[in-house]
């Protein structure tokens, strides 16, 4: 998507918000917000380009999210290694992982490579709630707190590690962008709409899809990481949570799979509803987050299924056509 | 041993009645339906409330629930199924997937995450039959469920609106040529699906908790045995039921309590890695 | 004149059906060779195993002096093979250019390079007005000259066209062939399944007959028409036989 005029404007003033809001809004819980939208919306948009390119739809990316976690943690915990290695060594691990994973799950297609990769998530949770001796088990394990400590990526308040989510967001939309431009773009989409003609026309459709994959995973893996620093505590349960690898297909199917901002717009309306919600309901009544959601989906899919993106895209389409009087 | 495969055939039943109403809408209307555990779990409600309220049998209220799934069949068919037909995949998984999550949340709002059990007369009985036993209750789902196959059996194959559905699964395009009414078709395909998954769920009652999240439990065994079964093989799907519920029972009685899922999820992915060949989903040719 | 494609022994079943049996042919460089035959005669199962979407149980097919059996289809295309589908399969939601450049970048690697190729494949075809439309939003014939667009990005020394000309009324017919005619003076080779008689003659000297997966007669335009076999699996014995007597 080339914005000029009115959008580049809009983007300019996106940044600049963006990038000066914890200095203005003291508002710690406003500004947690802030930090979840930008970490959904660098999962979304990781996931988006396997997803939404490339149309594999994958519902198991919390598989690499609690691999990055628990990469991370187990060598900071066990090993002293700073958590910046450590996220960048659980992409790694995140990255490998989507080989075998990859290799199981792209023999399938549609809903049963969905299911496949639901299914790898689950017996990956599974493994991290039995085995006790090396990962901590069922109970999972706090990160011990510092305090300022910038070098094990811990920090007082909340601004740090806002620049450091808005930065993982960038790197992705960088990323993304980058991809749109080049010949692994174009693949993407030819793959997502007729795996058959891309392969007749020369494209090596499961390297695209291996090499597309390690790239989502590497991303999804960092984001793990994040989130532990975070919240300073880690378990099976929060890490491999299948509520992750729903909420980055969601965000991004709502926000316009298979564009560059899809997955940020899906987030800021998916996340603000969800937290107007839990300043209206509290979290006494469980399930009304994720019943909200899932009636905001099936909307999108019966109506707009190229999500918010996609029906600026006709807007915009059609103001052009009546402009050039066709 | 024995008794673990026992065990585990008469679990198999009601997981046959899940995955057929899967393979029976996969089959017809080339559709994944990810909400169909929680149908079942509706289903659990239904004979919960009849059970408080009225003080009626679950498996009694099979009438009650049997029929309208049914109907919920048909409705859902309508509203939103035939919406996404002849659309790519997005919108086909996530409608389901959708429909899924809102149910399940809808009754976590309704009816709180808190088991609700049914104790009928024969909810702890037992029959002691050649050193082996078996819970009466169980024994009554499993006799239940396999009068539903084997009647579904009879209904696709001996009349006319259940060969059209034969026909349909088999090859939509001539069906069509033929002058069968998809829309009617895919509709009474539902309607079976979700009642055998309502079915499923009154007969659960006696012995087994209702709960918001217990669909997901289902919907998994229903997946792999529909994957084992051959996507679209009713026949299939039951063998392949019946044969999970075994192979579940085994594995809890000889690695451990919790095991259960794990030799599930590992079937599934074994499956999916060893025979693609077999499914739909998969190809290299 | 060195040999394009040689298809020796060509065999597939599927389950029950021998959809190719024992075929044979060999297509000189340059040549327009012309794939007939009824409706299932195995022609697009031809295709499909030369371009490696099917594996043959037996047999060999080579291109350019190289064996393509057990290639996947990418590979194929790489070594200089391109295919265009009986039905079209457009990257529905890309635009025309958008399409053929996803073709070129198969030989050129950046984005500026692939679209000037791109262009002059759609210029080739004529959709040089419709660069900027969505693929989905094409006619059916434009979706063709798509088709072939994409497939001549690849920059293929052989072109496997399958029933390109189907559903076109006459003057779309002309134009059709008058682009393999251009297409074969590039130097292209190039194999065509058709069902269309006046279009075969016109573009092809060489010919293969296949009927229930099997090669039946080959030769000169002349030679089939009138030979005896080809007139039976067509029209049925009765009429086979009035032209043998004739002869």
Redesign the interface.
């Known amino acids: 998507m080339r914005l000029r005029g009115r959008g580049g404007i809009a983007l300019g003033v996106g940044i600049a918000v963006m990038a000066v809001l914890p200095l203005v809004v003291k508002n710690a819980f406003a500004v947690d917000i802030c930090i979840r939208i930008l970490l959904f919306a660098f999962i979304g948009t990781a996931w988006n380009l396997l997803g939404g390119y490339a149309k594999q739809l994958s519902l198991g990316h919390a598989a690499f999210f609690g691999l990055g976690a628990y990469t991370s943690t187990l060598l900071q915990i066990d090993f002293g290694i700073s958590p910046w290695i450590g996220m960048a060594a659980g992409g790694v691990v995140g990255m490998l992982a989507s080989l075998p994973i990859g290799w199981l799950c792209f023999r399938l297609r549609g809903p049963y490579f969905a299911i496949a990769t639901i299914a790898t998530a689950q017996v990956l949770m599974l493994i991290f709630l039995k085995f006790r001796d090396f990962a901590w088990g069922a109970e999972g394990t706090t990160i011990p707190n510092l305090g300022n400590a910038p070098l094990m990526m811990q920090f007082d308040g909340k601004a740090p590690y806002y620049y450091i989510v808005l930065c993982l967001l960038a790197l992705a939309l960088a990323i993304t962008a980058w991809v749109e431009r080049s010949r692994i773009g174009y693949y993407l989409v030819a793959i997502g709409e007729d795996e058959d003609a891309a392969e007749a026309i020369g494209i090596d459709v499961p390297r695209v899809k291996r090499n597309i994959y390690m790239i989502s995973s590497f991303l999804t893996a960092l984001a793990g990481t994040f989130y532990t620093q975070y919240i300073y505590f880690i378990d099976p349960q929060t890490a491999f949570n299948f509520s992750v690898s729903i909420e980055a297909a969601l965000v991004s199917i709502v926000g316009g799979i298979g564009t560059l901002w899809g997955p940020l717009i899906g987030t800021i309306l998916l996340e603000t509803t969800s937290a107007l919600l839990q300043s209206w309901l509290g979290n006494s009544i469980g399930g009304v987050q994720l019943t909200v959601y899932s009636l905001i989906l099936m909307a999108v899919i019966l109506w707009k299924p190229t999500g918010i993106m996609g029906y600026v895209s006709e807007l915009t389409r059609r103001r052009r056509g009546k402009a050039a009087g066709s | 041993m024995a008794q673990a495969v026992v065990n585990g055939l008469l679990i198999g039943g009601v997981y046959a009645l899940v995955s057929i109403g899967v393979t029976l809408i996969f089959g017809v209307v080339k559709i ?1 339906n ?1 909400a169909q555990g929680e149908f079942v779990m509706i289903g659990m409600y239904i004979s919960f409330f009849l059970f408080t309220q009225f003080g009626m049998d679950p498996v009694v209220s099979l009438l009650v629930s049997m029929p309208v799934l049914f109907v919920i069949g048909v409705l859902v068919q309508h509203f ?1 199924i035939r ?2 037909l002849g ?9 389901t ?3 899924s ?2 149910i ?6 309704l009816f ?2 808190n088991y609700r059990t049914v104790h009928t007369s024969y909810s702890d009985e037992v029959l002691h039959l050649g050193g082996l036993i078996v819970p009466v209750a169980k024994l009554i789902a499993f006799v239940v469920a396999m009068l539903l196959s084997g009647g579904l059996w009879v209904f696709l194959h001996t009349t006319d609106l259940g060969k059209a559905m034969r026909a349909a699964s088999q090859n939509r395009d001539v069906a069509q040529l033929m002058g069968i009414n998809p829309n009617r078709v895919f509709a009474v395909a539902l309607g079976i699906a979700l009642a055998l998954a309502g079915a499923a769920g009154s007969l659960l009652m006696p012995f087994y908790p209702a709960y ?1 999240l217990v669909g997901q439990v289902f919907v998994l065994m229903a ?1 792999v045995a529909v ?1 084992l079964g051959t996507l679209g093989n009713v026949i299939g799907a039951l063998i392949a039921s019946l044969l999970m519920g075994i192979a579940e029972s085994l594995g809890i009685q000889f690695i451990g309590a ?1 095991s259960g ?2 030799v599930v ?2 079937l ?2 074994t499956t ?2 060893v025979r ?1 060949s077999g ?1 739909a ?5 | 004149m060195a040999d394009a494609l040689v298809v020796r022994n060509l065999n597939k079943r599927f389950g029950g059906l021998r959809a190719v049996q024992d075929v044979e042919f060999t297509v000189r460089e340059n040549e327009t060779l012309a794939l007939i035959g009824p409706n299932g005669a195995g022609k697009t199962t031809a295709f499909n195993l030369i371009m490696g979407f099917h594996r043959p149980d037996s047999g060999s097919v080579s291109a350019f002096g190289r064996e393509m059996v057990g290639l996947r289809p990418h590979d194929v295309c790489a070594h200089g093979l391109a295919r265009t589908f009986q039905v079209a399969k457009p990257f529905g939601g890309m635009t025309v250019l958008d399409n053929v450049m996803t073709g070129a970048f198969l030989r050129e690697r950046g984005p500026k390079a692939a679209r000037e190729k791109a262009r002059e494949a759609i210029d080739f075809v004529g959709l040089s007005s419709r660069e900027s439309t969505a693929a989905r939003d094409l006619t059916t014939i434009d979706q063709r000259r798509l088709e072939m667009a994409r497939a001549l990005a690849t920059q293929p020394r052989l072109l496997l066209l399958d029933e390109v000309m189907a559903g076109l009324n006459p003057a779309e017919v002309d134009q059709a062939v008058a682009l393999v005619g251009k297409l074969s003076s590039r130097g292209l080779t190039i194999v065509i399944v058709e069902h269309l008689m006046r279009a075969i003659m016109a573009v092809a000297k060489h010919i293969v007959v296949l009927d229930h997966g099997q090669k039946i007669a080959e030769g000169s335009p002349k030679e089939i028409v009138e030979n005896p076999e080809v007139i039976r699996a067509y029209l049925g014995s009765g009429y086979a036989q009035s032209a043998g007597a004739a002869t």
Do not use: E, S, Y
């Open positions: 994944v990810f939103l919406r996404v659309l790519n995949d997005l919108p086909q998984i996530f409608l997937f959708a429909l999550l809102l399940l949340n809808l009754a976590l709002m709180t995450a918001p997946f994957v919790d899922l794990i999820f590992l599934l992915l999916l890695a693609p499914l989903g998969g190809r290299r040719r």
